[in-house]
Structures are given as structure tokens and as C-alpha cells.
């Protein structure tokens, strides 16, 4: 009999043996996966931070822009001319056809009001006719003249010899 309480015992032990590591296995696979769902909870914190300080450092650079475009304001609203003084911009551009020896015919067409963001424009009309390279001297004069010109389209014809040119643009305002 010693024998078959020998073997009951042994059955009991190791039974409870098995019973208890399948009892830590659980655990430790409970407990590993609470640890790898905290790691990525962890993980989506520390890039939200991250994200968070990089908008707070643009937001920082933001402003220090804003205080560098606000002291230059002046000097580019003061870089455009009024509204009232583009009445001279035909004359200027009369004078650049003369030096240049281009016959010249000038009209403006709609106007947009300036606003606290944008600047004001007109658009022109402008037709000119003599030879191409001194076209060209002409255009590179009105590019650097005091006017902010927007070049939309130009036309070229030629014919005979004579060229024609139409420009359509823009010229900017306060």
C-alpha cells in the first residue's frame, strides 16, 4: 500500500506543481501584457510632447517673426506708392518709351482698393511698337524703376520689320 500512497502523493505534488506554474504562466503573460500596452501608452504620451514642443517652438518663431514683419511694415508700405501717384506711372513709362526710342499708347483698366493685408492695384494696358532689343531696354528700365509692376502677358508681332508690343499687367499700390 505504501507504494499506491507514494503515487497519490506524487499525483497531488506534482499536479500542484502544474497547477501552479500554469497559475504564474497566466500572470506573468497578464502581467507582460499590461507592461507592453503601458510601453505604448508611454510612447504615444512622449510623441504627443513632442509634437506639442514642436508647435510651440514654431508658434515661438512665429511671433518673433511677427515682430520683425511688424517693425518692417512701415518701410514696405512706405516701398509702395499711394493710389494718387499712379497717375504719374504712365508719364514714367512714357519716358522710358521716349529714352528708349518706342512709340507708347497707355490705359488702365479695373482697380482693386487696398486692404490692411494686400496691397492696391490697377491693371494696364500698354502699346508699344519699335525694335525688340530696345523693348527689351525698356522692360528692364520699368522693372527697376519705383513701381511694382506685374507683368500678366505679352504679345509680339512683327511686321515689316517694326515690332508691336502689347503688355497687360498690373502696378501696386498702398
Same mark, same amino acid.
Given at each position: 500500500?505504501?507504494?499506491?500512497?507514494?503515487?497519490?502523493? *506524487?499525483?497531488w505534488?506534482? /499536479?500542484?506543481?502544474? %497547477? !501552479?506554474? +500554469?497559475?504564474? /504562466?497566466?500572470?506573468?503573460?497578464?502581467?507582460?501584457?499590461?507592461?507592453?500596452s503601458?510601453?505604448?501608452?508611454? =510612447?504615444? =504620451?512622449? =510623441?504627443? *510632447?513632442?509634437?506639442?514642443?514642436?508647435?510651440?517652438? @514654431?508658434? %515661438? #518663431?512665429?511671433? @518673433?517673426?511677427?515682430?520683425?514683419?511688424?517693425?518692417?511694415?512701415?518701410?514696405?508700405? #512706405?516701398? *509702395?506708392?499711394?493710389?494718387?501717384?499712379?497717375?504719374?506711372? &504712365?508719364?514714367?513709362?512714357?519716358?522710358?518709351?521716349?529714352?528708349?526710342? !518706342?512709340?507708347?499708347?497707355?490705359?488702365f483698366? #479695373?482697380?482693386? #482698393?487696398?486692404?490692411?493685408?494686400?496691397?492696391? &492695384?490697377?491693371?494696364?494696358?500698354?502699346?508699344? &511698337?519699335?525694335?525688340?532689343?530696345?523693348?527689351?531696354?525698356?522692360?528692364?528700365?520699368?522693372?527697376?524703376?519705383? $513701381? $511694382?509692376?506685374?507683368?500678366?502677358? +505679352?504679345?509680339?508681332? @512683327?511686321?515689316?520689320?517694326?515690332?508691336?508690343?502689347? %503688355?497687360? /499687367?498690373? %502696378? $501696386?499700390?498702398?
Amino acid at each position: 500500500m505504501q507504494d499506491a500512497d507514494f503515487k497519490e502523493w *506524487l499525483m497531488w505534488h506534482a /499536479g500542484g506543481g502544474a %497547477v !501552479l506554474l +500554469i497559475v504564474l /504562466g497566466v500572470i506573468i503573460l497578464w502581467v507582460g501584457s499590461d507592461i507592453a500596452s503601458r510601453v505604448t501608452q508611454i =510612447q504615444a =504620451q512622449r =510623441q504627443q *510632447l513632442e509634437n506639442r514642443l514642436a508647435a510651440l517652438d @514654431s508658434l %515661438v #518663431a512665429l511671433r @518673433s517673426g511677427e515682430e520683425q514683419a511688424a517693425a518692417m511694415l512701415p518701410q514696405l508700405q #512706405a516701398a *509702395l506708392p499711394s493710389k494718387d501717384q499712379l497717375i504719374n506711372f &504712365s508719364q514714367f513709362l512714357q519716358s522710358l518709351a521716349a529714352a528708349d526710342k !518706342l512709340t507708347l499708347g497707355f490705359s488702365f483698366g #479695373a482697380e482693386t #482698393a487696398s486692404t490692411a493685408q494686400m496691397p492696391g &492695384s490697377a491693371s494696364f494696358t500698354a502699346t508699344l &511698337s519699335g525694335s525688340y532689343a530696345n523693348f527689351l531696354k525698356f522692360l528692364s528700365a520699368a522693372e527697376t524703376g519705383p $513701381y $511694382y509692376i506685374d507683368t500678366h502677358s +505679352i504679345d509680339v508681332t @512683327s511686321e515689316n520689320g517694326k515690332t508691336g508690343i502689347i %503688355v497687360h /499687367g498690373s %502696378v $501696386y499700390s498702398q
